[in-house]
């Protein structure tokens, strides 16, 4: 599955700038996040359904988050600070 292109993840510019305030998590192309030089967080567009895969907490595989409603996409931010290991009040 291809990874979300520009126009998809315009819609998800909130939710970028989010993962872009994270410590030790930088994009290095647009939608492609790592951390300590490792893939983090990728989007991807399925049909019209976005929805990201993060880096498991074991650092062996992703997880993956549908994106269509706020909660998920807090949840996503959510478990991102944590294993960036960063707490929300950073």
Do not use: N, W
């Not at 893939?39 to 988050?65: E, M, N, P, Q, W």
């Amino acid at each position: 599955m291809a990874h979300a292109d520009p126009a998809a993840l315009a819609a998800l510019l909130p939710l970028m700038r989010q993962l872009r305030d994270i410590k030790g998590v930088r994009e290095v192309k647009p939608g492609i996040f790592h951390c300590r030089g490792v893939a983090f967080v990728h989007f991807h567009d399925d049909h019209g359904s976005l929805h990201a895969d993060l880096k498991k907490a074991g650092g062996s595989g992703f997880d993956r988050y549908a994106l269509d409603t706020a909660p998920a996409q807090r949840k996503l931010i959510d478990d991102a600070r944590r294993r960036a290991g960063r707490g929300d009040d950073d």
